[in-house]
């Protein structure tokens, strides 16, 4: 339902509600005063663009009529005022978007995609002294391991129990090695099957499906991964991570991978659909020589993404042939975070079937780590504070752009 006040935006929202519903939009001409003058509104209502020109009050409107319409009810304001401070106040008497005319063509479609998409999330407008964090962007990290056995997968569970705790927000972690992943091992947790469908039909996925196969560790952490059998030659169709990762991020913002090294298509897909992307090498010659490698396939397929790069501790720093510096110098860049040696650490680990952070806090392990996450929450995603690495990589985008002029 719609009630708008001028001629022109009365077509332009016509016309985009029109595709939008198939037809069933009631558009009427008036502004937020016709809205409140409605006694009773239809109880399954889930849309309503109101027009708040001319209004005395429309903040005071707005949260009046905010009351009247049904709970569940998506309400987008539109007026010719042009101002960040009304727009919040708006979000916060439960608006879910409001836009400046004139607008473009589409402008209202994909505002109603903006808030339907936040509410499939839960999140739903930034209600006053709710964390716009949780209102935030989907986050996918995905960690890799430039060798077998640089200690990816103990990174990758560690980061996800210590981010969990740190934002105090459920984390998924997945495996995405569906025949010789060790994630679910680590956790002592069950291998699902379901995981592999769930990459072949990813717009099978809903709730539903998630609460069961998503597996609880502790408060803030899950998990899935599945034990394929490896006769079982599964070979994801394109963009299956890609879609799955969507669906998966309607109930959890942020997701960790494990991503194998030795499946290129389910790798390639998984950073192609990655905000973060952490390589952790070993000191070693071929361990450096497969980070350049995996180096360049980021910079390919996911050049906004964020790089980190780590030096795993499942090979003693002391023992190693290759220095951090090498590594850094083949790199052309920092590494973002070396991790100790401690073997006592990650046996317990894997003993008690927890996460490092939990079975051993104390760890330089987790210490190593701790700065890594802290980065990776940095508000606002793309445009988030400066950090390691980010600096090198806007600074980058910024002499591609100026290249292309
Ligand atoms: N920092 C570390 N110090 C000592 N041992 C480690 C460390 N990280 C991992 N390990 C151990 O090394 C082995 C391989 O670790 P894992 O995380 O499975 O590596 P990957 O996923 O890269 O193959 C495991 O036994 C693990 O407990
Ligand atoms: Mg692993």
Same mark, same amino acid.
């Given at each position: 339902?719609?009630?708008?006040?001028?001629?022109?935006?009365?077509?332009?929202?016509?016309?985009?509600?029109?595709?939008?519903?198939?037809?069933?939009?009631?558009?009427?001409?008036?502004?937020?005063?016709?809205?409140?003058?409605?006694? !009773?509104?239809?109880?399954?209502?889930?849309?309503?663009?109101?027009?708040?020109?001319?209004?005395?009050?429309?903040?005071?409107?707005?949260?009046?009529?905010?009351?009247?319409?049904?709970?569940?009810?998506?309400?987008?304001?539109?007026?010719?005022?042009? =101002?960040?401070?009304?727009?919040?106040?708006?979000?916060?008497?439960?608006?879910?978007?409001?836009?400046?005319?004139?607008?473009?063509?589409?402008?209202?479609?994909?505002?109603?995609?903006?808030?339907?998409?936040?509410?499939?999330?839960?999140?739903?407008?930034?209600?006053?002294?709710?964390?716009?964090?949780?209102?935030?962007?989907?986050?996918?990290? /995905?960690?890799?391991?430039?060798?077998?056995?640089?200690?990816? %997968?103990?990174? *990758?569970?560690?980061?996800?129990?210590?981010?969990?705790?740190?934002?105090?927000?459920?984390?998924?972690?997945?495996?995405?090695?569906?025949?010789?992943?060790?994630?679910?091992?680590?956790?002592?947790?069950?291998?699902?099957?379901?995981?592999?469908?769930?990459?072949?039909?990813?717009?099978?996925?809903?709730?539903?499906?998630?609460?069961?196969? *998503?597996?609880?560790?502790? !408060?803030?952490?899950?998990?899935?991964?599945? !034990?394929?059998?490896?006769?079982?030659?599964?070979?994801?169709?394109?963009? *299956?991570?890609? =879609?799955?990762?969507?669906?998966?991020?309607?109930?959890?913002?942020?997701?960790?991978?494990?991503?194998?090294?030795?499946?290129?298509?389910?790798?390639?897909?998984?950073?192609?659909? /990655? %905000?973060?992307?952490?390589?952790?090498? =070993?000191?070693?010659?071929?361990?450096?020589?497969?980070?350049?490698?995996?180096?360049?396939?980021?910079?390919?397929?996911?050049?906004?993404?964020?790089?980190?790069?780590?030096?795993?501790?499942?090979?003693? *720093?002391?023992?190693?042939?290759?220095?951090?510096?090498?590594?850094?110098?083949?790199?052309?860049?920092?590494?973002?975070?070396?991790?100790?040696?401690?073997?006592?650490?990650?046996?317990?680990?894997?003993?008690?079937?927890?996460?490092?952070?939990?079975?051993?806090?104390?760890?330089?392990?987790?210490?190593?780590?701790?700065?890594?996450?802290?980065?990776?929450?940095?508000?606002?995603? !793309?445009?988030?504070?400066?950090?390691?690495?980010?600096?090198? /990589?806007?600074?980058?985008?910024?002499?591609?752009?100026?290249?292309?002029?």
């Amino acid at each position: 339902m719609a009630f708008i006040a001028d001629t022109v935006t009365l077509a332009r929202v016509s016309a985009d509600l029109f595709s939008m519903t198939l037809g069933k939009a009631n558009i009427r001409e008036g502004n937020v005063d016709a809205a409140l003058a409605i006694g !009773e509104w239809p109880r399954d209502l889930d849309l309503l663009v109101v027009d708040l020109a001319n209004a005395a009050d429309p903040i005071a409107d707005a949260a009046a009529l905010k009351t009247a319409v049904p709970g569940g009810c998506l309400v987008i304001g539109v007026g010719r005022i042009n =101002d960040v401070a009304l727009y919040r106040e708006l979000l916060a008497v439960g608006f879910n978007d409001y836009l400046a005319v004139p607008f473009a063509e589409g402008a209202v479609g994909r505002a109603v995609e903006r808030a339907l998409e936040l509410r499939q999330r839960g999140g739903g407008a930034v209600a006053p002294g709710q964390s716009p964090l949780k209102d935030a962007a989907p986050r996918t990290l /995905s960690v890799i391991g430039a060798r077998g056995g640089v200690g990816a %997968t103990t990174a *990758a569970v560690t980061i996800a129990a210590m981010l969990g705790v740190r934002l105090k927000e459920e984390v998924l972690l997945i495996d995405f090695d569906l025949h010789y992943g060790s994630l679910m091992l680590a956790l002592d947790l069950e291998a699902i099957d379901a995981l592999r469908e769930a990459l072949d039909q990813p717009d099978r996925i809903d709730a539903l499906f998630i609460q069961q196969v *998503a597996q609880k560790k502790s !408060e803030f952490l899950y998990a899935m991964g599945a !034990e394929e059998a490896p006769t079982n030659g599964f070979q994801a169709r394109p963009h *299956a991570a890609g =879609d799955f990762l969507k669906s998966i991020h309607r109930r959890f913002r942020w997701v960790v991978a494990d991503v194998p090294r030795g499946d290129p298509v389910i790798q390639r897909q998984a950073i192609e659909a /990655s %905000t973060d992307i952490l390589l952790v090498t =070993d000191l070693s010659l071929p361990g450096v020589r497969d980070t350049m490698r995996l180096q360049q396939l980021v910079h390919d397929v996911a050049p906004g993404a964020r790089l980190y790069i780590a030096t795993g501790g499942a090979i003693d *720093a002391r023992r190693s042939a290759v220095k951090v510096s090498d590594v850094e110098r083949a790199l052309k860049r920092k590494v973002d975070c070396q991790i100790p040696a401690d073997s006592a650490a990650a046996l317990s680990a894997v003993n008690v079937g927890k996460p490092l952070s939990e079975a051993a806090p104390a760890s330089g392990i987790v210490k190593a780590l701790r700065s890594l996450v802290a980065g990776l929450d940095s508000p606002g995603g !793309e445009n988030g504070a400066a950090k390691p690495g980010k600096a090198a /990589s806007l600074l980058e985008r910024f002499g591609r752009s100026l290249k292309k002029k």
